[in-house]
């Protein structure tokens, strides 16, 4: 079932302030209906307008079917990378201000052309055009969701 606005509303508040604050929430509750991807990428999108922040890259997760198993879904999928969030090598983070701690080997591309959304998908070779540079990278898990596997 789709939430309502007043439901995307109340969770992203919840979120924003977790992040804000930086402590972690039991659960979102349930009442509140988050139980799919398209709700949780309109409860993130209002989270991004909450944090008046810049969004400075996107990444994509659970791409592999063991990951999916492991996340509950079927299928991947994205969120937005906040300029805060960002942190140029070499970074200096504090274990302190780190909720939970997991760290990712990542691959991070630089764009050097926009891929505008459109009904025809992008061909690899398009893909492939678009990108200026190709980087290492290291994701720094920090979740605000106790026990947010299950």
């Known amino acids: 079932m ?3 606005a007043e439901q995307i509303e109340r969770a ?26 398209d709700d949780a990428a309109r409860v993130a999108e ?6 008046g922040e810049r969004v400075v890259g996107f990444l994509v997760g659970a791409t592999n079917p063991e990951m999916q198993k492991t996340l509950h879904t079927d299928e991947p999928y994205y969120a ?7 942190c140029p090598s070499p970074a200096d983070l504090a274990p302190r201000n780190l909720l939970t701690i997991g760290l990712e080997s990542e691959v991070a591309f630089t ?11 992008y061909s ?13 990278s290291v994701e720094v898990v920090n979740g605000h969701v106790r026990d947010w596997l299950n």
């Open 2 to 4: 789709t939430m309502t």
């Open 111 to 121: 764009m050097g052309a926009d891929l505008p959304a459109r009904e025809k998908p």
């Open 80 to 86: 937005c990378i906040l300029e805060s969030n960002l």
């Open 46 to 51: 209002r989270v991004v307008e909450l944090s």
């Open 12 to 37: 992203a508040r919840i979120f924003d302030e977790a992040r804000k604050g930086n402590y972690m929430i039991d659960e979102v509750p349930a009442e509140l209906g988050l139980d799919n991807l």
């Open 124 to 136: 690899e070779g398009e893909v492939a055009d678009a990108i200026k540079s190709i980087h290492a």
